[in-house]
T-cell receptor, first 114, second 114 residues
Framework: AQSVTQLDSQVPVFEEAPVELRCNYS??????LFWYVQYPNQGLQLLLK??????LVKGINGFEAEFNKSQTSFHLRKPSVHISDTAEYFC????????????FGRGTSLIVHP | DVKVTQSSRYLVKRTGEKVFLECVQD?????MFWYRQDPGLGLRLIYF???????EKGDIPEGYSVSREKKERFSLILESASTNQTSMYLC?????????????FGPGTRLTVT
């Protein structure tokens, strides 16, 4: 069984500052990794995903994440945030080999202040 | 683009009422899911379905049932609504894309049981 830990429940940051949202996972097999974003009063949408290959993955809206197998981490970063990035961010993991049920972290609320 | 729609954005029901939440996806996805989302608890899987008329319990199925009579439609039923079922309900669908199953979410239904 896999699990996902998002280490921060809330991350406040000022506009134009860099941000990192942390995600660690545990699994006994190889995994696929995802970050989803949920804007206020909306459903979740995919921000980026790691399936294989390059460990640095670029997503929408200037976000990127780096897969670190030795540290079992998949941290999300953005060099300069905007007010519009204020949202809930969810890390998710699913096992390779056909598992279609992901495990989600509890979410990190990113709050961008002007 | 994949579209997942949910029948209501906001719903207010009384304790003891039977409640139906409907979800429709337009991309011929095999898998469909119902989650509930509560502050601090993230997404919790209620039920999922991998084919028409097939259903499997998720992590918190008590008090809920589901129906999938057509591939594109997945319904969540609260047989007798209770106040502890006040929550945001999210529907999702997924299909196999290069071995991974990224999920597509609807906008959510915020249910209040009084």
């Amino acid at each position: 069984a896999q699990s996902v830990t998002q280490l921060d429940s809330q991350v406040p940051v000022f506009e134009e500052a860099p941000v990192e949202l942390r995600c660690n996972y545990s699994s006994s097999v190889s995994v696929y990794l995802f970050w989803y974003v949920q804007y206020p009063n909306q459903g979740l949408q995919l921000l980026l995903k790691y399936l294989s290959g390059s460990t640095l993955v670029k997503g929408i809206n200037g976000f990127e994440a780096e897969f670190n197998k030795s540290q079992t981490s998949f941290h999300l970063r953005k060099p300069s945030v905007h007010i519009s990035d204020t949202a809930e961010y969810f890390c998710a993991v699913s096992e390779t080999g056909g598992s279609y049920i992901p495990t989600f972290g509890r979410g990190t609320s990113l709050i961008v202040h002007p | 683009d994949v579209k997942v729609t949910q029948s209501s954005r906001y719903l207010v029901k009384r304790t003891g009422e039977k409640v139906f939440l409907e979800c429709v996806q337009d991309m011929d996805h095999e898998n469909m899911f119902w989650y509930r989302q509560d502050p601090g608890l993230g997404l919790r899987l209620i039920y999922f379905s991998y084919d028409v008329k097939m259903k499997e319990k998720g992590d918190i199925p008590e008090g809920y049932s589901v129906s999938r009579e057509k591939k594109e439609r997945f319904s969540l039923i609260l047989e007798s609504a209770s106040t502890n079922q006040t929550s945001m309900y999210l529907c999702a669908s997924s299909a196999n894309l290069a071995g991974a199953y990224e999920q597509y979410f609807g906008p959510g239904t915020r249910l209040t049981v009084t």
